[in-house]
């Protein structure tokens, strides 16, 4: 399967404890994003890379989180001390990235999904 | 008022019916548009992009009318398949980044 694919799929963790989640992107995209997505609401926009570089942090994206993409493949985003409003679906989506023609046509990894108690 | 305003329907109609939603977009430096179809507690996958002169997908067809700054979706033919939740996604670049904005979605339910 040569799709976008993340790590775990499901998270139950207690409040104050730290969760890290990973993002495969599709191999040939330059771009990473990060979004947090609760029932009713389409995804929000959390951070971006551009290879390995991180390009924006939404004002959605607290002290607490943290996101790498250390070699410009995979990705982390990291939450630390859990709060009950963290709980949500965690997407990671891959996009081919500038000069190319379908530059921002994003694809999205299944989720990961936090339920902090 | 949020920067990408859908109508959260939901949009009850028959089999083989045409249905259309519109996605309204504040900021007028948008420039990249797109429409996304999401199934209940599944991640969102691609339906179109949308381009300045509209394009078609079989029964799908999207516009762009940036005067009045809003992208649309019609289904033609409905099928049970196309129930799910639409959402449209308005990128903006800026001079050090981008942004790109999901709408809340409209969600669909075709019914037989």
């Known amino acids: 399967d040569t799709g976008v694919s993340q790590d775990p799929r499901h998270k139950i963790t207690k409040r104050g404890q730290n969760v890290t989640f990973r993002c495969d992107p599709i191999s040939e995209h330059n771009r990473l994003y990060w979004y947090r997505q609760t029932l009713g609401q389409g995804p929000e926009f959390l951070t971006y890379?551009?290879?390995?570089?991180?390009?924006?942090k939404s004002r959605l994206l607290s002290d607490r989180f943290s996101a790498e993409r250390p070699k410009g493949s995979f990705s982390t985003l990291e939450i630390q001390r859990t709060e009950q409003g963290d709980s949500a679906m965690y997407l990671c989506?891959?996009?081919?990235?500038?000069?190319?023609?379908?530059?921002?046509?994003?694809?999205f990894g299944p989720g990961t999904r936090l339920t902090v108690t | 008022r949020k920067e990408v305003e859908q109508d959260p329907g939901p949009f009850n109609v028959p089999e083989g019916a045409t249905v259309a939603f519109n996605c309204t977009y504040s900021?007028?430096?948008?420039?990249?548009f797109f429409w996304y179809r999401q199934d209940c507690r599944k991640e969102p996958k691609l339906l179109m992009s949308?381009?300045?002169s509209g394009n078609e997908d079989g029964r799908f067809t999207a516009q762009l009318n940036r005067a009045s700054q809003y992208i649309s979706l019609l289904i033609r033919d409905s099928k049970l398949s196309d129930s799910a939740t639409y959402l449209c996604?308005?990128?903006?670049?800026?001079?050090?980044?981008?942004?790109?904005?999901f709408g809340s979605g409209t969600r669909l339910s075709i019914r037989p």
């Open positions: 996604v308005v990128n903006r670049p800026g001079s050090s980044a981008s942004k790109i904005i």
């Open positions: 949308v381009y300045s």
């Open positions: 890379f551009q290879n390995e570089a991180q390009l924006e």
């Open positions: 989506a891959s996009s081919p990235g500038e000069g190319y023609r379908d530059a921002y046509e994003q694809y």
């Open positions: 900021n007028s430096a948008s420039q990249s």
